[in-house]
């Protein structure tokens, strides 16, 4: 087999990118390790933003997202009990789409499904070869072993995948931070507490009301790392979270049985550089986000978009993007990691903070609520800034 672009990984970078390169006229083959039912078992992130949200439109599997998706035009922050408003519109005239990652993820399918696109499900022990040279891919299935030559690797293999590891450790630069705590979220068949998102900071730790639609509530609370999921009844969940959320918008919450409970561990991870000869890495495999700043899926985006160009000018004849494109994605990764790290250290407890840290958090907070310039800056990062 051979293709212009092989594509390690069909999560929602791997998709978006294939789907936009067919557009473009650039074949691609995808190789995810999972089966299909599996990545679309997966519940994450559900704020979208305009870049974002504009690259699906363009890759045509943006019609559903426009049927049931919603655009907020703010969130709330809360701090022990108290709330406030951040208007995005006022602040600096955007908004976010509310639309789960997975809703996302099954749109792109049935999008490369429409296209004819080559996704290939349960491929196993993909490994990358010669990637500064004739770069190759080879895998198993239950059909036996598998060889694609290709011109371009594009690893959009998540955080554990094979392609990071493909770039040499000489090369490598990664910078880590792991945050003592993780969110352990639910989904329900509740109506959402309030019509906006709610972020909450409290002394017994943080807490998020979000939301999929009218009908169905995604909720996280601050968790110690030790903590199991089979430690968290759904009583237990919702008495922490009605604790932590405005006493109001306690009284209004309604419960349900969860239908999805998970802990996901807080991280904030970049490798550089993100290229290697004929390997570009995408999304996830090359950065990681602590989700309160819901950046992960949309920097993913932003990645997708740069790789595009780069690619499609390469095509042209044109190298210089491609050999941007590590330089351009960085520049707005860091962006996003700061702001998710300054969101994240405003709004969680932290084991063994000093009081001056803690008076510094209910600092930060209070200057948001005061100030529309303060605002307007978390109101420009959340909504996304430019690509
Ligand atoms: P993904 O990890 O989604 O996809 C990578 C794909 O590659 C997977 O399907 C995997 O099976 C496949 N793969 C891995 N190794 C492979 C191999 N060797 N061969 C072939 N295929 C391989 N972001 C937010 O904005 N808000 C959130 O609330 C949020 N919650 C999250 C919760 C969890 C538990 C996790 C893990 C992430 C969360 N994220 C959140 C971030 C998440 O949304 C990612 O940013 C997004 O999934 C990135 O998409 P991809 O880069 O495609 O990576
Ligand atoms: C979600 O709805 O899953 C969600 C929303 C905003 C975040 C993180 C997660 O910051």
Same mark, same amino acid.
């Given at each position: 087999?051979?293709?212009?672009? #092989?594509?390690?990984?069909?999560?929602?970078?791997?998709?978006?990118?294939?789907?936009?390169?067919? =557009?473009?006229?650039?074949?691609?083959? @995808?190789?995810?390790?999972? %089966?299909?039912?599996? @990545?679309?078992?997966?519940?994450?992130?559900?704020?979208?933003?305009?870049?974002?949200?504009?690259?699906?439109?363009?890759?045509?599997?943006?019609?559903?997202?426009?049927?049931?998706?919603?655009?907020?035009?703010?969130?709330?922050?809360?701090?022990?009990?108290?709330?406030?408003?951040?208007?995005?519109?006022? *602040?600096?005239?955007?908004? @976010?789409?509310?639309?789960?990652?997975?809703?996302?993820?099954?749109?792109?399918?049935?999008?490369?499904?429409?296209?004819?696109?080559?996704?290939?499900?349960?491929?196993?022990?993909?490994?990358?070869?010669?990637?500064?040279? %004739?770069?190759?891919?080879? &895998?198993?299935? *239950? #059909?036996?072993?598998?060889?694609?030559?290709?011109?371009?690797?594009?690893?959009?293999?998540?955080?554990?995948?094979?392609?990071?590891?493909?770039?040499?450790?000489?090369?490598?630069?990664?910078?880590?931070?792991?945050?003592?705590?993780?969110?352990?979220?639910?989904?329900? =068949?509740?109506?959402?507490?309030?019509?906006?998102?709610?972020?909450?900071?409290?002394?017994?730790?943080?807490?998020? #009301?979000?939301?999929?639609?009218?009908?169905?509530?995604?909720?996280?609370?601050? @968790?110690?790392?030790?903590?199991?999921?089979?430690?968290?009844?759904?009583?237990?969940?919702?008495?922490?979270?009605?604790?932590?959320?405005?006493?109001?918008?306690? *009284?209004?919450?309604?419960?349900?049985?969860?239908?999805?409970?998970?802990?996901? !561990?807080?991280?904030?991870?970049?490798?550089?550089?993100?290229? &290697?000869?004929?390997?570009?890495?995408?999304?996830?495999?090359?950065?990681?986000?602590?989700?309160?700043? *819901?950046?992960?899926?949309?920097? #993913?985006?932003?990645?997708?978009?740069?790789?595009?160009?780069?690619?499609?000018?390469?095509?042209?004849?044109?190298? =210089?993007?491609?050999?941007?494109?590590?330089?351009?994605?960085?520049?707005?990764?860091?962006?996003?990691?700061?702001? %998710? &790290?300054?969101?994240?250290?405003?709004?969680?407890?932290? !084991?063994?903070? %000093?009081?001056?840290?803690?008076?510094?958090?209910?600092?930060?907070?209070?200057?948001?609520?005061?100030?529309?310039?303060?605002?307007?800056?978390?109101?420009?990062?959340?909504?996304?800034? !430019?690509?």
């Amino acid at each position: 087999m051979r293709t212009q672009v #092989a594509i390690i990984g069909g999560g929602p970078s791997g998709l978006l990118l294939s789907q936009l390169l067919n =557009r473009a006229g650039i074949a691609t083959v @995808v190789l995810e390790r999972k %089966s299909r039912d599996y @990545v679309l078992g997966r519940i994450r992130a559900g704020v979208l933003e305009t870049g974002l949200v504009n690259l699906l439109r363009e890759a045509g599997a943006g019609a559903r997202m426009d049927r049931e998706g919603h655009l907020h035009d703010g969130c709330h922050l809360a701090q022990n009990g108290r709330m406030f408003r951040v208007d995005f519109r006022e *602040a600096c005239g955007k908004q @976010v789409m509310v639309y789960g990652q997975t809703e996302v993820t099954r749109d792109l399918y049935d999008a490369q499904d429409a296209m004819g696109a080559t996704v290939i499900h349960e491929a196993e022990d993909v490994a990358l070869h010669d990637l500064t040279g %004739s770069p190759y891919v080879t &895998w198993r299935d *239950a #059909a036996g072993e598998h060889r694609l030559d290709c011109d371009f690797v594009a690893g959009c293999d998540g955080f554990h995948g094979i392609s990071r590891q493909a770039i040499p450790a000489s090369v490598r630069t990664e910078f880590e931070k792991v945050y003592p705590f993780g969110w352990l979220g639910i989904l329900s =068949r509740t109506p959402p507490v309030e019509d906006e998102l709610i972020y909450a900071a409290h002394d017994r730790g943080f807490a998020l #009301a979000s939301m999929r639609n009218p009908a169905l509530s995604r909720y996280y609370i601050q @968790v110690p790392l030790t903590d199991r999921v089979e430690d968290w009844s759904d009583e237990a969940f919702w008495a922490e979270f009605r604790a932590r959320m405005p006493e109001d918008v306690a *009284a209004r919450l309604v419960t349900g049985p969860s239908i999805e409970k998970s802990i996901a !561990p807080l991280r904030s991870f970049v490798t550089e550089p993100m290229r &290697w000869g004929k390997l570009f890495l995408c999304g996830d495999a090359a950065h990681i986000v602590p989700p309160t700043g *819901a950046k992960g899926l949309n920097l #993913a985006a932003s990645d997708v978009h740069y790789l595009l160009e780069g690619l499609v000018a390469h095509y042209r004849g044109d190298g =210089r993007g491609i050999d941007a494109y590590s330089q351009r994605a960085l520049a707005r990764i860091w962006q996003a990691m700061r702001f %998710s &790290w300054s969101l994240t250290t405003m709004m969680h407890r932290f !084991p063994g903070a %000093s009081d001056y840290e803690r008076r510094m958090q209910d600092s930060e907070l209070a200057l948001l609520e005061r100030s529309a310039t303060a605002r307007q800056l978390l109101a420009e990062n959340y909504t996304g800034l !430019p690509y």
